[in-house]
């Protein structure tokens, strides 16, 4: 943590990102992260390669968060949070490729490949959220009640509303430190969780009805695809939850969630999750036999080829993993 103040004391200017698909450890992180800069008396911009999600939109300042890269102007440095691989920001990368700033990488991702030229990784942290929670204490910069609100919801949803084992007795004292500024935990749970369209609801419908599980119920898997979006007229990204249908069923050891992806043809997005009992799959290792990673318990990758081939590809690799053959 002292390498990565040391880094944002000699700088002026930062280019913000975090990894694609935004959900609200990314959002939230950055959001809190810009503030903490200014504080400092510093500027600072966000940039993501992809649009803040409809459901997340209510947070204080999302509407500063952008993914016009090429409004793009200079920076002494970039910040890459919650991200284990510079590739996970899309399309913000090659930006920061084509420049000599150097990179502060902040994460918590067991599979983090410390691809910045100062890396601050924290497996053990509930989130990007907690991380930037600590440095506003170290540097001493005042949190408002916005900021709260911002790590508050990036906690909250990496840790799954505190039911993943990412949550230990710290992650509960911060977050009851963050409810002291005000916030409405029921309220806040309400905006992020309770708040679905028609649409999204008739595609959980769609969504439901694919759910397969192997012959064994260890392996159960789901799918959106394109034309589900299509006929819904949903938000892909409400579709963030829908895993967790399918790791609910009893007996299941790994659950998958296979997503055609919007902008590119043959382009598959992948979540794993895994339950944490006695003889816990570790999905960061499926994940990174597909060139992705993150967590024990909760990795993701992106692998090309169709629905139909990618299924039947990595199904088969989770099978050989439960097999003990890989």
Same mark, same amino acid.
Do not use: C, H, P, Y
């Given at each position: 943590m002292q390498e990565v103040i040391e880094a944002i004391k000699k700088g002026s200017r930062f280019l913000i990102t975090a990894h694609v698909?935004?959900?609200? =450890?990314?959002?939230?992180?950055?959001?809190? /992260?810009? %503030?903490?800069? /200014?504080?400092?008396? $510093?500027?600072?911009? &966000?940039?993501d390669s992809d649009p803040v999600p409809e459901h997340y939109r209510f947070l204080p300042k999302a509407? %500063?968060?952008?993914?016009?890269? =090429?409004?793009?102007?200079?920076?002494?440095?970039? &910040?890459v949070l919650d991200c284990p691989t510079l590739n996970r920001t899309g399309r913000v990368k090659d930006i920061i490729k084509a420049r000599t700033a150097p990179v502060i990488n902040i994460d918590h991702h067991v599979s983090n490949e410390k691809f910045g030229d100062v890396n601050w990784v924290e497996p053990n942290a509930s989130s990007a959220g907690e991380m930037v929670f600590r440095l506003f204490k170290e540097m001493g910069v005042k949190m408002t009640k916005e900021v709260a609100l911002s790590l508050y919801i990036a906690i909250l949803t990496d840790t799954g509303s505190f039911n993943y084992d990412n949550t230990s007795s710290v992650t509960h004292e911060i977050a009851g430190e963050l409810l002291g500024y005000g916030l409405d935990p029921a309220l806040v749970s309400e905006s992020v969780y309770e708040r679905r369209s028609v649409e999204d609801i008739n595609l959980l419908g769609l969504v439901l009805a694919t759910i397969r599980v192997n012959e064994k119920g260890t392996i159960a898997h789901l799918e959106v695809t394109k034309d589900m979006l299509d006929k819904t007229g949903a938000d892909l990204a409400k579709s963030e939850g829908l895993i967790n249908f399918a790791r609910s069923i009893n007996g299941v050891k790994v659950a998958v969630l296979f997503k055609e992806d919007e902008k590119e043809k043959n382009k598959i997005n992948i979540s794993f999750r895994s339950k944490g009992n006695g003889d816990t799959i570790d999905v960061n290792r499926i994940a990174s036999l597909f060139g992705g990673g993150g967590h024990t318990r909760a990795s993701g990758c992106i692998v090309t080829?169709?629905? $139909? %081939? +990618?299924? $039947? $590809? +990595?199904?088969?690799k989770i099978e050989e993993v439960l097999n003990n053959k890989v």
């Open positions: 698909n935004l959900e609200g =450890d990314a959002l939230g992180s950055q959001l809190a /992260m810009k %503030e903490l800069l /200014m504080g400092m008396g $510093k500027e600072a911009f &966000i940039l509407a %500063e968060v952008s993914d016009k890269l =090429d409004r793009t102007g200079a920076f002494d440095a970039a &910040i080829g169709s629905l $139909k %081939e +990618v299924k $039947k $590809k +990595v199904l088969s």
